[in-house]
């Protein structure tokens, strides 16, 4: 049957029930409020998630192990006082191999999630390395590992 054909004329007559424009009204009224609830939990979520990772970023770094932090920072000392010996013009660090495997393995203790029982003696064995080259470059000696 084909739309030309079709002679609405001939269709039965149909009343709808007076109550039917109103329920028909509240159906889409709840499936409204079903949709904006549903996006404003999902927004909700999103927040929260965003939430819990930027929270921990505005603290700034967590505190860590007293004896790891100091560790660190003499560290940083020690490679200041290393680079401004480096840079009056002394010898080239000889053992620049042997710092960078601590510094590698420093590294992948970090990316792992090594505990403070781990990291902590690769920050002292970087530590008296730097110490030593320290005392060579004062010195003005070579260091030579065997």
């Known amino acids: 049957m084909s739309l030309k054909s079709l002679n609405l004329d001939d269709l039965p ?46 603290r700034g770094p967590q505190p860590i192990d007293d004896a790891l932090a100091a560790l660190q920072r003499q560290s940083r000392a020690l490679e200041v006082e290393l680079a401004d010996l480096s840079a009056n013009g002394a010898a080239p660090i000889e053992s620049e191999v042997e710092l960078r495997a601590i510094e590698t393995a420093l590294q992948a203790a970090y990316d792992r999630g090594g505990a403070d029982a781990e990291i902590a003696p690769l920050w002292q064995a970087r530590n008296d390395l730097l110490s030593s080259l320290i005392a060579v470059h004062t010195a003005g000696g070579r260091l030579t590992r065997i």
């Open 13 to 58: 007559e149909f009343d709808p029930p007076a109550d039917l424009w109103p329920r028909i009204a509240a159906a889409y009224e709840g499936r409204r409020r079903s949709r904006r609830r549903a996006l404003f939990g999902t927004a909700l979520a999103a927040g929260i998630a965003l939430l819990a990772i930027a929270v921990p970023q505005l």
